[in-house]
């Protein structure tokens, strides 16, 4: 095939790299390296500073918090590690040329800040990682939202970020920058997860408690990243407990959860260990609401608040003594939805494995192999159904070198998937799939620090079996240190990829959300031009500035456009199938699929502070949206002009056991197809013999001009109370008390067109938890 030498030619490139960096790590120069841990649990600590004294250089720790400091001339060093909440450790190392010198720090947690603790790993990384349109969540962050029903979740903290669109608490829908779910890639451990969220959007399917770190990539992502035109969020998980059995027991009026873990091997000081981890939370909200929340269902409150799920995660951790690791992981989700309307369900179960090795050289590898299996399935009140499979595998293969202040990453990715799909459009047409693909894909990405500047050009190229088409994809970024507090910041890349989505244009919300492979017939010419490629493609403009206000505030504003140069769709106006005897009717209105091309732009602005017990946050984002599939111009459903989110925390009392969080959310209307009239629609099944006198029809809708109504404006205020009681050494009692949507704002969920009558958000949801931890 055509793009195989493509390949080649990027492993040319990668070999001559690879040969370079590692004749540099092979100089007169020396390295430190190693792992910084809790000394108590043997957790790795994750972005903290480790540097030398002498010199006043360091790195920040890896999310295996593993460092590096190459480069070096032989000597002696003392190197200084610390981090908030952590005693400061220090440790004498001597290096040597062509050598390489492992020091692993252990961190012994204390009650007081050290005053000397003033450099956070957090500022190092924005002083020397471009770092733009990205944000890292840390378990700490979460802890900063109200904590709806006693316990955070990934998905609320998702939707105060800048550029993120969320579509509300019921049938929640993730949008990033003008980019719908189908364009944003969700990974876990290295797996792809197709469908992270819930349809009561308040939760995801990931537990806070296992969270290690989440990073989100709004955009001008760099060529690690593949296969999505839109944004990446990257989930890693933690090891379970290396020293002890413990586990956490929780339960509300909503959901109810179970965490053990404990060590296979356990942890001791410069030895290997291993470890398990097991977490099962449900939703029994379609039970509990019909008592606690029926006046949410002004209709029936029987029938309470048709929302359920289930998620289990499972892993296994071994660590060697020179701290490569092997992780076995898998999952099992649930969700359900039953509304009078519209019966909505989907399951998800995957298994995989990642791994970290740190042979002798200076190389370091990391990878995943991974499977998973995702299905959906919604049935309307008009009888239509809507099917959605897509199940497939994924393996990676990553290395890094490392070069005193810069560094090299190159690998290889292959993913196989297979994806079913079964829709029926307005005009009663059905659209179908069944597919298998496979992509291929290669990337090289390189930072080089000159001076105050950081740059960080590279290179993917990615390849479609099933569509013959390859991309080869260029990515820049780049960051300008202006002074210690003010930086430039800049990125652009291409992008491409071959999943679609199949959504209803003409529906106000969307709950079904099916996956489709890029197909191959599409048509032949759009806009005057002919297609020459299958691929969905893009390419990312940002740019942006970031200032330290002080020592514990910060501002960050970014500027961005998406140039989405072309897009499939499925075709909303076909009325007639593809036949010999059709083609003479145009495309338009027999072709499965479409061509589209779009764009989306706009700003955000982003404000944090944080000093001691308070923590302050706000996001102002401004987005414009735009389509354009060959006859007219239109706004999609997400386009979301205006979004507020302001986030406010105190903790205060002894060992700040009381905690007070809340959230307001504001957002300008999403644009809807309107109902512009009804007709009687009937069936001739039997063509001219068909009596349309004697038939009773379905009632027809008349639509209006794609999307030219808007919604009415969307805001939500949450908050939560929470106090801990410490009951023994490794016993700790949270009682919490919630509530979200506090005004009880109308907020539209949907309209029920058949019934003409407007269904809403939740109204006011208050909440009592209890967890215990031991």
């Known amino acids: 095939m055509k793009y195989l030498n493509l390949f080649r030619a990027c492993l040319i490139c990668i070999a001559s790299l690879f040969s370079l960096s590692d004749s540099a790590a092979q100089s007169n120069t020396g390295e430190i390296r ?3 841990y809790d000394k108590e649990t043997g957790e790795p600590i994750i972005y903290t500073n480790v540097f030398i004294r002498e010199l006043l250089i360091g790195k920040a720790t890896d999310l295996n918090g593993f460092y590096v400091i190459s480069k070096l001339k032989e000597g002696t060093y003392v190197i200084q590690c610390y981090s908030i909440g952590y005693d400061t450790v220090r440790a004498t190392v001597t290096v040597g040329a062509g050598k390489i010198s492992t020091q692993n720090l252990y961190l012994r947690k204390v009650s007081q800040n050290l005053k000397e603790v003033s450099i956070t790993a957090e500022k190092q990384k924005a002083q020397t990682e471009v770092k733009i349109s990205n944000i890292t969540i840390t378990q700490k962050d979460l802890k900063q939202l109200p904590t709806f029903g006693g316990e955070p979740d990934l998905v609320q903290y998702l939707q105060i ?10 049938g929640g829908q993730l949008y990033i920058r003008g980019g719908p779910p189908v364009q944003n890639k969700v990974l876990l451990d290295g797996m792809i997860i197709y469908n992270p969220f819930h349809s009561i959007g308040l939760f995801s399917v990931f537990d806070a408690d296992i969270i290690r770190s989440a990073d989100v990539f709004a955009g001008g992502f760099n060529a690690q990243y593949g296969g999505r035109i839109g944004a990446i969020i990257d989930v890693t998980t933690r090891e379970g407990n290396k020293k002890r059995f413990s586990s956490k027991l929780s339960a509300n009026t909503i959901t109810a959860k179970a965490l053990v873990e404990g060590p296979i091997q356990k942890f001791s000081e410069g030895g290997g260990s291993a470890s398990y981890i097991l977490s099962y939370k449900t939703s029994y909200l379609d039970k509990t609401s019909k008592g606690f929340y029926g006046y949410a269902d002004p209709d029936n409150r029987t029938n309470g608040l048709p929302y359920s799920f289930n998620d289990l995660y499972g892993k296994i951790s071994y660590i060697g003594d020179g701290g490569s690791k092997l992780n ?5 989700f649930q969700d359900d939805v039953r509304l009078p309307q519209t019966q909505y369900g989907w399951t998800a179960q995957g298994i995989g494995t990642n791994f970290f090795v740190i042979p002798e050289g200076s190389t370091i590898i990391n990878g995943s192999v991974a499977y998973s299996n995702y299905n959906m ?10 099917e959605s499979g897509i199940n497939g595998f994924n393996v990676a293969l990553n290395f890094t070198n490392f070069l005193g202040k810069d560094d090299i990453k190159y690998g290889f990715e292959m993913n196989g998937f297979n994806t079913s799909f079964k829709f029926i459009n307005a005009y009663g047409k059905e659209l179908s ?16 620090t000159v001076g105050r500047l950081i740059i960080e050009p590279g290179l993917r190229i990615q390849a479609y079996a099933s569509l013959g088409n390859y991309s080869v994809e260029p990515r820049l970024g ?8 003010f930086r430039l910041k800049a990125a652009t890349g291409m992008y491409s990829q071959n999943l679609l989505s199949a959504v209803s244009d003409q529906d106000v919300v969307n709950l079904f959300y099916g996956f489709l492979s890029g197909p191959d017939e599409l048509p032949e010419k759009f806009n005057g031009k002919d297609v020459t490629s299958k691929m969905q493609t893009a390419i990312h403009y940002v740019g942006g500035a970031e200032f330290n206000i002080g020592e514990h505030a910060e501002i960050n504003v970014e500027g961005f456009y998406k140039d989405f140069t072309q897009l499939t769709n499925i075709n909303r106006d076909k009325r007639y199938d593809n036949t010999t005897e059709n083609q003479n009717i145009p495309e338009t209105q027999r072709r499965d699929y479409i061509i589209e091309t779009g764009s989306s732009y706009g700003a955000d602005i982003t404000y944090k502070y944080e000093y001691k017990r308070f923590y302050f946050w706000a996001v102002y ?7 354009f599939d060959g006859t007219r111009n239109y706004f999609p459903n997400f386009d979301r002009r205006h979004n507020i989110n302001l986030v406010g925390t105190i903790n205060w009392g002894k060992e700040a056991a009381w905690s007070f969080n809340t959230r307001w959310n504001f957002g300008s209307g999403f644009p809807f197809t309107q109902t512009q009239g009804n007709y009687e629609q009937l069936n001739f099944s039997n063509g001219v013999s068909s009596n349309y006198a004697t038939q009773n029809g379905q009632l027809g809708i008349y639509f209006t001009d794609i999307n030219t109504g808007r919604l009415p404006y969307f805001h939500r205020l949450d908050a939560s109370l929470s106090r801990k009681v410490k009951l023994s050494e490794h016993t700790l009692m949270t009682l919490t008390a919630a509530a979200t949507n506090v005004y009880s704002r109308d907020n539209i969920f949907y309209f029920d067109r058949v019934n003409f009558r407007r269904i809403n958000q939740l109204p006011i949801i208050p909440t009592v938890g209890i967890n215990l931890t031991f």
């Open 621 to 627: 984002s401004l987005t414009y949206v735009k389509r």
């Open 161 to 170: 970020l800048p550029g993120v669109v969320f579509s509300g608490d019921q």
């Open 377 to 386: 399935k919604q049935m309307e009140s008009d009888g239509r159904p809507r």
């Open 328 to 332: 076995v992981f898998g999952f099992n």
């Open 478 to 485: 780049a960051k300008l240190n202006v002074t210690d507090r």
């Open 34 to 36: 190693g792992f910084v």
């Open 433 to 448: 799939q069944d597919e298998s693909t496979t992509e291929l894909a290669g990337f090289v990405k390189y930072k080089k």
